[in-house]
């Protein structure tokens, strides 16, 4: 059709597709369950990290949580407004995550057992996402892509604390190195299979790096970040747990172990080590709000109901 | 000098305390716009309470972190109503709402201490508290405005934390060596009694009547909801005295 | 009436009224408000020493304090069993404590900071109550004398329990010394408030002495108990914080100072530390509680149809 | 031997951190004959581990109180069950009943023990672990066949602790260590199915199905409930390191 001619062309061009635009339903269907996910992601990942700010142990380092909690709440809100343009309400977006039928990242299921977990998060996780989320930036669905600009601007800060509360530890006591040490070999290979399983195992990727919302394959993203992660090991002084890990001076990149595929599986199977706390504690606060939300919308309702009176 | 110092404690350990509680909702609120508008107060309170434990600390060479991790409860100066629970979002609200008005009556007098640095923080934190003050005051209105059950809630919620508020204008000592310096927490009672009295007759409520508590904060004596608060709070800091984060 | 004359003799035999007995409405009233009063001390009195079940600085201390805590729960039981018999209903009491028409012993309305308050508590709290209730023990009416002789058999457990704990801290480091000696000056008075108003300012005393629920006056069990402290602080190295308190050799007892009798009446007023939290938490408990005891109830109910129908 | 003292510290860690979430209730129960239930099995678990940590810390030279007191979370060896927050009333007794089922499964089989000290603690442990599982059991029943409120909440709360029911039955390599005095876990599976389908039979109730938690509590990794709870229970204690009470 004309249509998805258009269509075509506008993703040829590299130009960005808006709400208003023709689009094939698959696209976007992809996109919703790609953004959803993407939102849910924020929501369910202020947990990890939430699990600390009563206990972060300065001041300084409390409010840089508080922070980027509040910081990941709102990104899935950017999100969601921008599922919103392609039909998809919050609620019902809401309610398929309460319920078990959306997705979000499998790494938000690991427990953070100690400080040192705020500082992988930033480095290992946040660091793993913005590899993703980088080329996203120019997705071609236009608020994806333009809500990714400003996450991204975020995530790198965040990325950047992370670095620095380890780069405390590292600087500190020998249990604090410890303390550092062990919390990156916890987080390493679960921030490596944030890519994605390896590419020859990833059924939807080609259709979304044709249609340009991905734009590298997993194995190419994962490779990428481990270039970037080991010269800040250096710098840090923390070992990266895989005793596979060496320059490959032929290709020009490091050669390195697999991740644990099997784990990745029961996690994503919902057998980790946090699933069912993470999806209880986010039930909980939604019912527990429920009569907050509608005392709100209960007013919200008389109070215009009082204004058209009044203007009326 | 130690009796400014102490003065700067009484309102360090209130933001710190409040901020503490605060704290526990980010990642359980209602809905995602509290979790952010929580996580914004909580942060507020974090700064206003560095800036006065620091300045606190200064009189005695301490950092604002060895004031906030390696005190015990019988050092805090916090106001009992600062150690309220949570409790449901009713509860949290109204106590947030007196802390407000509290605070907003006292930083604004504050901002006209001839002690320079509690003026300059007076200063900078009030256009935060007044955002505070409006936050807890729009839900206010929308739980007694809201459905019966928001209505009953609050009403609950004030009820409970109402005992509190008597111990925040009360005078000390200390007042009479701060003339000119602190603010004689008695004379802002008219202050926050106009702004509740507004802000419940738009809501329909009435000042809760009943028991009153002694309080006892500024001089060590406080809730039994601080000892476990500060045992969280303070536990990983103890664990690793003299370490940099 | 003969029926008076009848009770007037049981009480001058120093004989028990039964709940069979005729007794006057007064004789009645007062006990209910008494036994009641008392039966809402131990639940209210939960509150304090709960306080510190989760921080109890070892597993032994921590198993004495639950089965404290839990022994007031139990002479709660009692003696709303001796208020039953009386005619009133263990719901109607409950009630009236959640509504705050009914009173509970002032000292549980004091705060416990400290862990050595579990020791004045037990020490100077139960020793109290103990020299009002053995008295109690020979109350002419029988349910509730022997409710209290079980109770006054576990105080006195309770109070060596205090004693022990204020002794531990008393051969401690000087921090534990000095954390002792802090919390016997702040209990020390309220305890001694126990025993009521002075006697000229106590209004019912009379009444009740004559009918044998009471046998002493309370200045008299005040001083009483005071004679009992003094050597028992010296044994323990605590000063006790009345500079009045000495020997007179003349009337052989001790002169001692007046409690801050308007602190008394602050407190009974509702106007002290704690008063507005106690009741919050009873009423929380037993609201919460609602849905269990309704389950509770509703499943009784229809065990006792399936066995009717069984047995029909 | 050291392998029975990690093994030790298993059970003893257990008991001691349900024990402190138990403790929460005492003067908060639904009804006073529950303060008193919840208080015994308490003070039984406190028991419990007491012994088990005694004989634990004995292979180190350390005290019952230093096992408990003074060793961090990654020290701990409580299964994740045990961790889990009291949540409401049915949530409580969702877990107690799971722990109880398994805890007596265990004790019945570890009195034929080869390590007379732990047979000794089974046989005594056993008799209270009955009463333990009979007051779940009975809570059970009566919220499954209570009212539909009660019911809705209890299947709420098996659903929410069912996933850290696989972890107590893991073999772990310590298991190969001690045959003939530890339980191999995996072998107590029956019994304990045998016993929840009879008493979710009588109570209408249906396993859940969904999540199974990884676990990993025997080796150190916790449920994040547990460290805000050991800073709670050993904060008084590590204030005062070395004091005895």
Redesign the interface.
């Known amino acids: 059709s004309a249509e998805e001619q258009q269509f075509n062309d506008l993703i040829a061009q590299d130009s960005r597709i808006e709400p208003r635009d023709w689009m094939p339903e698959a696209y976007r269907k992809t996109l919703i369950r790609q953004i959803a996910q993407h939102a849910h992601s924020e929501?369910i990942g202020?947990?990890p990290e939430?699990n600390w700010?009563?206990?972060?142990?300065?001041?300084?380092?409390?409010?840089i949580l508080?922070?980027k909690?509040?910081d990941e709440?709102?990104h899935?809100?950017y999100l969601y407004s921008a599922a919103q343009t392609l039909g998809v309400g919050r609620d019902e977006m809401t309610e398929q995550l309460i319920a078990g039928t959306a997705r979000y990242s499998s790494i938000f299921n690991y427990a953070t057992p100690t400080?040192a977990d705020m500082g992988s998060i930033g480095w290992l996780v946040d660091g793993a996402a913005i590899c993703n989320q980088v080329p996203l930036c120019r997705a071609s669905y236009g608020p994806y892509g333009r809500a990714m600009v400003r996450i991204c601007k975020e995530e790198s800060f965040h990325q950047r604390q992370g670095f620095e509360?380890l780069l405390?530890?590292m600087?500190?006591?020998p249990?604090?190195r410890q303390m550092a040490q062990e919390s990156v070999n916890r987080w390493y290979w679960p921030a490596l299979m944030m890519f994605g399983p390896p590419d020859d195992d990833s059924p939807n990727s080609a259709r979304s790096m044709a249609w340009k919302i991905k734009r590298f394959s997993n194995d190419e993203l994962r490779r990428r970040f481990v270039g970037m992660l080991v010269p800040q090991a250096e710098v840090l002084g923390l070992t990266l747990p895989d005793p596979d890990l060496t320059w490959n001076e032929e290709k020009q990149a490091y050669d390195m172990g697999q991740p644990d595929w099997d784990e990745f599986h029961e996690v994503l199977a919902g057998r980790g080590q946090m699933n069912a706390q993470r999806m209880q504690?986010r039930r909980?606060?939604h019912d527990?709000?429920?009569?907050?939300?509608?005392?709100?919308?209960?007013?919200?309702a008389?109070q215009s109901a009082t204004t058209e009176r009044v203007v009326a | 000098p130690p009796a400014v110092a102490e003065y700067a404690l009484w309102l360090g350990d209130d933001a710190?305390v409040l901020a503490?509680n605060l704290?526990?909702w980010?990642?359980?609120?209602?809905?995602?716009?509290?979790?952010?508008a929580i996580?914004?107060i909580?942060?507020d309170l974090?700064?206003h309470?560095?800036s006065f434990?620091s300045y606190a600390g200064s009189a005695s060479g301490r950092t604002?972190?060895e004031m906030?991790?390696f005190r015990?409860?019988?050092e805090y100066r916090s106001a009992q109503l600062f150690e309220q629970a949570n409790g449901?979002?009713a509860h949290t609200i109204a106590r947030n709402f007196i802390a407000g008005c509290f605070q907003h009556a006292l930083y604004e007098r504050l901002q006209g201490s001839h002690d320079e640095t509690l003026a300059a923080i007076a200063a900078k934190s009030i256009k935060e508290v007044d955002y505070h003050v409006d936050h807890a005051t729009q839900w206010v209105?929308?739980?007694a405005?809201?459905?019966a059950?928001?209505r009953r809630?609050l009403i609950v919620g004030f009820a409970?934390v109402w005992?509190?508020v008597d111990e925040l204008f009360r005078d000390e000592p200390l007042n009479d060596e701060l003339a000119g310096v602190a603010v004689r927490q008695s004379t802002l009672r008219p202050a926050f009694d106009t702004r509740v009295a507004a802000v419940f007759a738009e809501a329909e409520l009435e000042v809760p009547v009943?028991?009153?508590?002694?309080?006892?904060g500024r001089v060590g004596?406080?809730?039994?909801t601080l000892?476990?608060l500060l045992?969280?709070?303070q536990?990983?800091?103890?664990?690793?005295p003299g370490?940099?984060?």
Chains 1, 3 share one sequence.
């Open positions: 929501i202020m947990q939430s700010i009563l206990r972060a142990p300065s001041l300084k380092r409390k409010a508080i922070a909690v509040q709440a709102g899935g809100l400080w509360i405390e530890l600087n500190g006591t249990e604090q504690r909980d606060a527990e709000g429920a009569w907050v939300r509608e005392a709100a919308a209960a007013y919200a008389r | 710190l503490q704290g526990w980010i990642s359980r609120a209602p809905e995602l716009e509290e979790d952010i996580g914004n909580a942060l974090i700064g309470a560095r434990l604002e972190d906030a991790y015990g409860e019988e449901d979002f209105l929308r739980l405005g809201g459905t059950k928001s809630r409970d005992p509190y009943g028991f009153t508590a002694t309080g006892g004596k406080h809730h039994e000892g476990p045992a969280e709070m536990v990983l800091a103890r664990q690793f370490a940099a984060w």
